[in-house]
Each structure stands twice: as structure tokens, then as C-alpha cells.
């Protein structure tokens, strides 16, 4: 009496436990009227047949490869076995190496249960296989092709619905309670708040997820989550007609831009650093990045360090705690415009110091100076051209200049455009209140542009203007005074930058 494994599988979880008893029920009837004798089955239970990656298959192949008192596997239908007809002859190929044979109880195969071969089983079995390997592929297909109309017509296509949303009638709708709560995450990150510091709120006011508290990770998938400016992305293709939109999109970039800020920076996920991005070694010239690290007590210590320092050790820049420096520059900020007699006095200077660029550069005259001259010069090659004189020469020259009239022109336009926006006192004086008002955070990432910081100075470049970055061709202007109360400050067509002492 020859000795078997029954192989049993079923697809999908609209198939039941009812589609492996009716499979195991064929086998032992089968092994029963052969004379086989069944020593163990291998079940696998909502496993597609299109790859081998089901668990009992492996755990089959492995035991096959050791030392195994059955010769045989049995499988109700060929297509049990796999879907797939390079992984069946690899397969395959894999139990004949260890010995063992695949039979079918119900299709002809092409090994007969003596280990012969069945010549008509051969093609057959090839047949089977292909076709099996047919119909997964069709039905595949008809289910993507299916999906697809019904996103194009804006249901409901399946899988996971995000927070804030339900669904009623094959339509994604709005769960306006939780939809209050996505829009109240994305606003509070934007105004500096920490995931943790999210979390502890919302925990305080009992709102949870699957009723436990909301994890980070649940946090930082929501925020990044297109589906809540009505995007939803398949492959390559892209639906707006699904997914109501929730979050504003302005304010979904402005925290997908903070995000990508806060990947770097910070070594630790639960601090914000506030000075992000914006502190430069003065000694190297490298930036300064957020680090932690552990006292011997276990506390846990945070600080800015120079990236070449920690890198290279290349650099002498000692660290600064985080806490010192942070609190420095908003108390210097706070301090420095706080007072309505500094305040005008900034202004003022940026003023003058835009007066005197325009003064020292007088682009808009120089453009206006060589247009001028090449209308000049075109008018008098138009006159030889109603004289009679004409050579290709002339020809080139008339094009050239009528191109260079055109691109003046243009130039000049856009001098005209600047003059016309120039910066006036109380645009300074404005920006710079309205930057005083906000979150720490937000006054950080719109007020200031940059740190640089040495052993025993920092100096702050604060901007003036929501558009103050000049034309590349002009050089920064400088101008030094004095405020009110005595500290000296410089002004440059760009920033204003102040310097002080650390630990004052």
C-alpha cells in the first residue's frame, strides 16, 4: 500500500470551510478505491493558487525535501495545487527531485500512482494547468476593470475608509465629527504643536482611535493622507471624485512642508526644535542640527550640534543646549521689536537702505539709456533702408536690434513693476508685527532666515518682507546704526541682522 499527503486550498474568503471538506472527502474516496493510504493533509484556507506563498504548501515542499514516509501528494484538481505554470513545473520538479509524485483525484495527470508515465496525462495536465492559469488572470483582470469603472464613477471601490470618512450606498461621505477633528490636527501642527502634544489632547478631551488613544503613527498618517484634499491615487492614476475634500489645501501643503522640514533636524520625533534648518556653524560653516542624548542619571539632554563636528570631528564648535539657545533668540526677537521707538527705527534704516540701492544702481536708467540707443541706432539703418542701401549685413543688424528693443522692453517693465512695490515703512513696520503675533514656531519659520552662531556670539537674520530676496545681480547693501538704547544693528538689502552676545 503506497502512502499520500492530501494538498487542500481554497481561494478567497467568499469560499468556505464547506470547499475543503468536499475537496478532502473526494481525496479519501479516491485513496480508498486505490489503495492509498492517507497519513497526514495540508490545508490552506483563503490562499490564492497565483503564487506559491501559502503557508501549508511551503510547510509540504519543506517536509518533502527531509526523510518522509508518504510518496505521494494528493490534490482534489490540479489548479489546488497552483495557478501558476512555472512555479507548478518548478514545484513539481522540486517533489519528483525528493521522490514523491503529484496526483489528481479527479483529472488525469502525467504520472500514474505507480510512478509510470502517463503519456495522454502529459498533455492533458499541460492543458489544465494553462487554463487554470487563464481564468486567474481573466478574472484579474475583470475585477480591475470593474474597480476602475466604479472609481470613474466616484463609488466606493473597497479597502480601509480613512478617519473622518463612512461610507452609504457605495459613496465615500463625511463623518463631520471626525472630519472636525482631522481639520483641528492639521491646523494645531501647523501652529507648532508636536505630535505627542496633539495626542495628549486629544486623550484629555477622550477622543480616541478604535477606543484607544491615537498613536504617532496614526497621527503622521493622517497628516500626510492626499485623501483629505479629495486625491486619491491607483496606480497611475488619479480620482478627485471619490473622497469629499475635508482639509483646506493650503493648509495641507503648509504641513506637508513642515513635515519634510522636520525629518531633519531632530534626532527624536517627540521635541520640536525650533531653529530647524536655520543655524549655521560660524566657524565652519556647516549647518547646526538638533541631537539628544542620554546624562548618566538617564535624563534625557537635548542640544544643537555642528554637523561636521558630529560627522568629520572636524570642527571646534562646542554644542549649545537647546533650551539656551532657542529661548535666547526669542527673548533677543521679542526684545528687539517689541519696543515701538526700535521698531520705527529698523523700518526707517531699510528704508534708506532700499533708497540707496536705488540711488547707487539706477538700473531702470541704464535700461531706459540703452534702449535709447539701439532705437537710435535702428532708426538710422531704417532711413539707409529708404535711401536704397541695403546688404544682407544691414538685414542682420535690424533683426539684432529689434531683438535687443524687445528684451529691453521687457527688462524695463519689470524695474518699473518693482519701483512701483517698493517697500514702504509701514509694510516693514507691519510684517514684522504680524510676525510677533504668532506661535513661536510660526514667528521662527516667517521672521527669521537664518543663525549663525559662534562660540560666544550669534548673529540673527531676521527678514523684513514676505518678497525680500533681490536680483541676483545686485549686491547685498550694508548700512550699520545704532537703536535707540545704544546696541548697534546692521541693515542690508535683505535682512536685518542682529548680533549678540551669548548669554545675555
Request: hydrophobic share 35%.
Amino acid at each position: 500500500m503506497k502512502t499520500a499527503v492530501i494538498y487542500a486550498r481554497y481561494s478567497s474568503e467568499r469560499q468556505t470551510e464547506q470547499s475543503i471538506e468536499g475537496q478532502l472527502r473526494v481525496c479519501h474516496e479516491f485513496a480508498e478505491r486505490n489503495d492509498l493510504k492517507i497519513i497526514d493533509t495540508y490545508i490552506d484556507r483563503a490562499m490564492t493558487g497565483t503564487n506559491d506563498n501559502r503557508a501549508a504548501f511551503q510547510k509540504m515542499l519543506s517536509d518533502s525535501d527531509k526523510p518522509q514516509p508518504w510518496e505521494i501528494v494528493l490534490v482534489y484538481a490540479l489548479d489546488r495545487f497552483g495557478r501558476n505554470s512555472i512555479e507548478v513545473a518548478v514545484n513539481k520538479q522540486r517533489l519528483q527531485k525528493n521522490g514523491k509524485i503529484l496526483i489528481s483525484a479527479t483529472q488525469r495527470t502525467s504520472v500514474n500512482i505507480d510512478g509510470t508515465q502517463n503519456l495522454d496525462g502529459i498533455i492533458l495536465e499541460n492543458v489544465l494547468i494553462g487554463l487554470s492559469e487563464y481564468y486567474s488572470a481573466e478574472l484579474s483582470q475583470k475585477i480591475r476593470r470593474g474597480q476602475n469603472e466604479s472609481r470613474l464613477k466616484g463609488n466606493f471601490a473597497g479597502g480601509k475608509v480613512p478617519y473622518g470618512y463612512t461610507t452609504a450606498n457605495k459613496k465615500i461621505i463625511v463623518n463631520e465629527e471626525r472630519a472636525e477633528i482631522v481639520r483641528w490636527m492639521y491646523q494645531s501642527y501647523s501652529t507648532g504643536k508636536i505630535v505627542r502634544e496633539i495626542i495628549e489632547e486629544l486623550t484629555a478631551r477622550g477622543v480616541t482611535h478604535m477606543g484607544k488613544p491615537f498613536k504617532a503613527n496614526t497621527i503622521y498618517k493622517i497628516l500626510r493622507l492626499e485623501k483629505y484634499i479629495g486625491i486619491y491615487r491607483h496606480g497611475d492614476e488619479v480620482f478627485t471624485n471619490i473622497y469629499p475634500q475635508i482639509v483646506p489645501t493650503e493648509l495641507f501643503n503648509r504641513v506637508q512642508t513642515m513635515l519634510a522640514k522636520n525629518k531633519l533636524g531632530s534626532s527624536s520625533r517627540e521635541v520640536a526644535f525650533l531653529l530647524k534648518k536655520k543655524v549655521i556653524c560660524g566657524i565652519c560653516g556647516k549647518p547646526i542640527n538638533g541631537e539628544s542624548g542620554t546624562s548618566q542619571n538617564g535624563t534625557t539632554m537635548y542640544y544643537y550640534k555642528c554637523s561636521n563636528r558630529k560627522k568629520h570631528h572636524s570642527c571646534s564648535k562646542e554644542s549649545i543646549r537647546k533650551a539656551d539657545l532657542e529661548e535666547m533668540v526669542l527673548n533677543t526677537t521679542l526684545m528687539l521689536l517689541n519696543k515701538p521707538e526700535n521698531l520705527s527705527a529698523i523700518a526707517e534704516e531699510v528704508i534708506e537702505v532700499h533708497r540707496k540701492r536705488a540711488r547707487e544702481q539706477a538700473v531702470l536708467a541704464l535700461l531706459r539709456d540703452e534702449r535709447s540707443k539701439a532705437q537710435k541706432a535702428l532708426n538710422n539703418l531704417m532711413k539707409a533702408l529708404e535711401a536704397g542701401i541695403f546688404t544682407a549685413t544691414t538685414k542682420d543688424r535690424i533683426t539684432e536690434l529689434e531683438l535687443q528693443i524687445d528684451e529691453l522692453n521687457g527688462r524695463i517693465l519689470s524695474e518699473e513693476c518693482k519701483e512701483a512695490n517698493l517697500l514702504t515703512k509701514e509694510d516693514v513696520e507691519m510684517f514684522l508685527l504680524d510676525a510677533l503675533k504668532a506661535e513661536p514656531q510660526l514667528l521662527i519659520d516667517t521672521l527669521i532666515d537664518k543663525i549663525i552662531l559662534f562660540d560666544d556670539e550669534v548673529e540673527i537674520f531676521y527678514k523684513y518682507s514676505q518678497n525680500n530676496n533681490p536680483d541676483d545681480l545686485t549686491k547685498e547693501i550694508r548700512r550699520d546704526f545704532c537703536l535707540p538704547w545704544g546696541k548697534r544693528i546692521a541693515v542690508t538689502d535683505r535682512h536685518i541682522i542682529y548680533a549678540a552676545d551669548l548669554g545675555t
